[in-house]
T-cell receptor
């Protein structure tokens, strides 16, 4: 596609439920990144994919968070047993290669845990 | 951590020049980047510095001094559409470390 597409754009979920956030990167971009932006905070790195493998998942806050990427394309970020502190905007970005500084960000998924 | 600091909010007048500062504490990084983010939208790339000095891109310029741990983004001929948050970020080892951003309000 022309840009990085994320769905849903907004998600309200009850505490304790599982959620899945989807990212569709720019076609041909081999590197894919997930960041989280909490209210009043800077963007926080979560995980990075090169192809289908995740060389760096150091930013995942807990074992409730997981992500996968299939076919070198679409990625899904899953949060299990959501907590209120998980409420944030989850941003996905892609770049042509892992050394390409030219990230393109998606518009994000705003997650609200009630 | 990278300890990236930016002012939380700034106000400037349409047509004026504004400088947004960013300081950091880190031993090394590949480059320092500036992104613009309008409310509810994706961050978009503005400028970056790998070496010390000034990089100019139209109305936007960015400066880096690695020895001083300091960068700034300079916006000239401010327009109302420049009202947004400006994010300073260090790039190292395949990821960005972002500051909390500076919200710029441009007034008529």
């Amino acid at each position: 596609g022309a840009g990085v597409s994320q769905s849903p754009s907004n998600k309200v979920t009850e505490k304790g439920k599982d959620v899945e956030l989807r990212c569709d990167p720019i076609s041909g971009h081999t590197a894919l990144y997930w960041y989280r932006q909490s209210l009043g905070q800077g963007l926080e790195f979560l995980i990075y994919f090169q192809g289908n493998s995740a060389p760096d998942k150091s930013g995942l806050p807990s074992d409730r968070f997981s992500a996968e990427r299939t076919g070198g394309s679409v990625s899904t970020l899953t949060i299990q047993r959501t907590q209120q502190e998980d409420s944030a905007v989850y941003l996905c970005a892609s770049s042509l290669t892992r050394t390409d500084y030219g990230y393109t960000f998606g518009s994000g998924t705003r997650l609200t845990v009630v | 951590g990278q300890n990236i600091d930016q002012p939380t909010e700034m106000t400037a007048t349409e047509g004026a020049i504004v400088q947004i500062n960013c300081t950091y504490q880190t031993s090394g990084f590949n480059g320092l980047f500036w992104y613009q983010q309008h409310a509810g939208e994706a961050p978009t790339f503005l400028s970056y510095n790998v070496l010390d000095g000034l990089e100019e891109k139209g109305r936007f310029s960015s400066f880096l001094s690695r020895s001083k741990g300091y960068s700034y983004l300079l916006l000239k001929e401010l327009q109302m559409k420049d009202s947004a948050s400006y994010l300073c970020a260090l790039y190292n080892f395949n990821k960005f470390y972002f500051g909390s951003g500076t919200k710029l309000n441009v007034k008529p």
